[in-house]
């Protein structure tokens, strides 16, 4: 079975540039999670989705951020205008309540890096 | 707040050595889930473990066993006869069951521990 899916794999852009990222979730799973990985902050969950609904975008680091999901197998991430600082790893995830419960499976990642 | 504490930031051993990587874990929850996960040098993270907070029967599968222990709320990775290839970045990391369902609230990660086997 195909696991999670991200694109791009490695994306080098300009500050104030827009990004986006995409990831298709497993077939069946109900959750779909953003997560970011730096040397500073280590992995944070940025946003997830439950039935393509946002349950908690607590972890948006601010309003050039944003994330969609307009179905089951869809969901985008948004950087809009990109800085230096956003340069990361972005790991999109995605799970499933039935079993086996409650396992996170995680994309491959999509190195940003913004010059 | 839940809060997951990787004390170790590397260790470095011989290879066929056994090591213990350790994980203590904040929650306020009764239920819970904890998981193991690591990131090879290619950047990818890998699921190892989950385990719920009612089951507290340790697991070994192969070389890798784990110990839970909710007195200490502790939740250590032991790999026994290291291999070079088990050099990686290992993240211990825990989700609360927010409702009924136990449907997954995310995932709160450790610091992670860089493990370096030396051939």
């Known amino acids: 079975d195909a696991g999670v899916i991200q694109s791009p794999r490695h994306e080098v852009t300009e500050m104030g540039q827009e990004v986006t990222l995409r990831c298709k979730p497993i077939s069946g799973h109900d959750y779909l999670f953003w997560y970011r990985q730096t040397m500073m902050r280590g992995l944070e969950l940025l946003i997830y989705?439950?039935?393509?609904?946002?349950?908690?975008d607590s972890g948006m680091p601010e309003d050039r951020f944003s994330a969609k999901m307009p179905n089951a197998s869809f969901s985008t991430l948004k950087i809009q205008p990109s800085e230096p600082r956003d340069s990361a790893v972005y790991f999109c995830a995605s799970s499933s309540p039935t079993g086996p419960r409650n396992t996170i499976y995680f994309g491959e990642g999509s190195w940003l890096t913004v010059v | 707040a839940q809060k997951v504490t990787q004390a170790q930031t590397e260790i470095s051993v011989v290879e066929k050595e056994d090591v213990t990587l350790d994980c203590v874990y904040e929650t306020r929850d009764t239920t819970y889930y904890l998981f193991w996960y690591k990131q090879p040098p290619s950047g990818e993270l890998v699921f190892l473990i989950r385990r719920n907070s009612f089951d507290e029967q340790n697991e070994i599968s192969g070389r890798y066993s784990w110990n839970f222990q909710k007195s200490t709320s502790s939740f250590n990775f032991t790999i026994t006869a290291s291999q070079v290839v088990d050099s990686a970045v290992y993240f211990c990391?825990?989700?609360?069951?927010?409702?009924?369902?136990?449907?997954?609230?995310?995932?709160?990660f450790g610091k992670g521990t860089h493990l370096i086997i030396q051939p």
């Open positions: 990391a825990l989700s609360e069951a927010h409702d009924s369902g136990g449907g997954a609230d995310g995932l709160t």
């Open positions: 989705f439950n039935n393509n609904v946002p349950i908690d």
